[in-house]
């Protein structure tokens, strides 16, 4: 082979690998821009489920009112315990971590209580209390 003909084919496939992944890039930006990821639908345990339903609960009550963040006791007091009760289980700790940025939208942004951040929670809590 000639040095041309090896240039060639050495940036064919260099261009081939960044081809690759600037479309896996972007079909992964695009599936989480459109909310196009599934929930897990694996049930969360229990203690956690009710922990993450009692703190949204508090979100909602404190998304009118004039302090936020004082508006979310006591539920978000126990913070701390719900967290500890998600640790088992992968799935139910970022089913947590989804609800503490909930948390975070809603006072920033007063975000839509039907967003689809907390659809994907709601969908995930209801699981636990209608296992498969």
């Known amino acids: 082979m000639t040095r041309k003909r090896i240039a060639t084919v050495v940036y064919g496939?260099?261009?081939?690998?960044?081809?690759?992944?600037?479309?896996?890039s972007i079909v992964q930006v695009v599936a989480?821009?459109?909310?196009?990821?599934?929930?897990?639908?694996?049930?969360?345990?229990?203690?956690?489920?009710?922990?993450?339903?009692?703190?949204?609960?508090?979100?909602?009550?404190?998304?009118?009112?004039?302090?936020?963040?004082a508006s979310l006791s006591p539920e978000w007091d126990r913070r701390d315990a719900v967290q500890e009760s998600c640790k088992s289980d992968d799935d139910a700790?970022?089913?947590f971590a989804e609800m503490l940025r909930l948390g975070r939208l809603v006072e920033t942004h007063r975000a839509e209580k039907n967003g689809s951040l907390r659809k994907r929670l709601e969908t995930r809590i209801a699981l636990e209390s209608h296992p498969k």
């Open 13 to 24: 496939v260099y261009g081939t690998l960044v081809a690759a992944f600037v479309i896996a």
């Open 32 to 69: 989480v821009c459109f909310d196009l990821v599934p929930a897990s639908t694996k049930p969360l345990p229990p203690a956690c489920a009710e922990g993450i339903r009692s703190m949204l609960g508090a979100i909602d009550r404190a998304a009118g009112a004039p302090d936020f963040r």
């Open 93 to 95: 700790l970022e089913a």
